[in-house]
């Protein structure tokens, strides 16, 4: 095992490490009202299923990032999974259908989200191992244990600490904004003006998503409000 080699493995490691923190975030947020049992199936087999997308996709990487406007409409709809993020209801007790239905809600946004997020890992990964294959699954097997254990750790602060869903969901928002402005069209586009966009668009989506979760979940506090307050007179009459 020559130097050259040890450092490549290294680079992964580093790489890995470094650009695991995100898709972390994403699965402690859509596993964190799960009861403890489903959330650790959540991040396991969310985790599995995202990780068997990158696989899928490591080697075509580069060709779908050329595609046009594609980055950028993962962009959005990352924008669309922080707000859903958000609003997530907790499950209840009472079916166990409910749960499980929860559970593979929370999977799917995991794998989706995952997938969206993950190019510049794969591609990170597939360049630090110069062709070698054992490198390459090495560096995608290795995601696997460090974003479980991150996810989990993550989702356990969450439980303990709201307001760090609402960083969580700034996180997502941020990595909206850098795709958008990373999408090789609108790249081409802003060019003149990248220096000052590619701090200042992640910024307006991360606040923007946090403003428009916080309207949203007002709005449907004021709606079960009322609900609760036009049921107080009926049952008063019974």
Do not use: C
């Not at 396991?44 to 080697?59: D, H, I, N, Q, Y």
């Not at 959005?76 to 749960?99: F, G, W």
């Amino acid at each position: 095992m020559g130097l050259e080699f040890i450092l490549r493995w290294l680079s992964i490691v580093v790489i890995d490490l470094t650009l695991g923190g995100d898709n972390a975030v994403v699965i402690a947020l859509a596993v964190r009202k799960l009861p403890p049992k489903q959330q650790k199936l959540g991040i396991l087999w969310g985790t599995v299923g995202a990780v068997v997308l990158r696989v899928s996709v490591t080697f075509v990487a580069a060709k779908i990032l050329s595609i046009p406007f594609l980055q950028a409409a993962g962009g959005l709809l990352l924008i669309y999974i922080a707000l859903k993020l958000l609003r997530q209801e907790a499950p209840t007790d009472e079916s166990n259908v409910k749960i499980s239905a929860n559970l593979f809600e929370a999977i799917k946004i995991i794998v989706i989200a995952d997938f969206i997020m993950s190019t510049d890992n794969v591609l990170a990964v597939a360049a630090a191992s110069h062709g070698s294959l054992f490198l390459l699954l090495f560096g995608l097997g290795l995601s696997i244990p460090i974003i479980m254990a991150g996810a989990a750790f993550i989702a356990m602060l969450m439980g303990r600490y709201p307001w760090l869903v609402q960083l969580g969901a700034g996180i997502l928002g941020w990595v909206s904004g850098e795709m958008l402005v990373k999408d090789p069209i609108i790249h081409s586009r802003i060019a003149p003006y990248y220096s000052v966009l590619k701090w200042a668009t992640p910024v307006l989506v991360a606040v923007g998503v946090l403003v428009v979760g916080w309207l949203l979940n007002r709005r449907t506090a004021a709606k079960e409000a009322a609900t609760e307050e036009a049921a107080v007179p009926e049952q008063e009459v019974v």
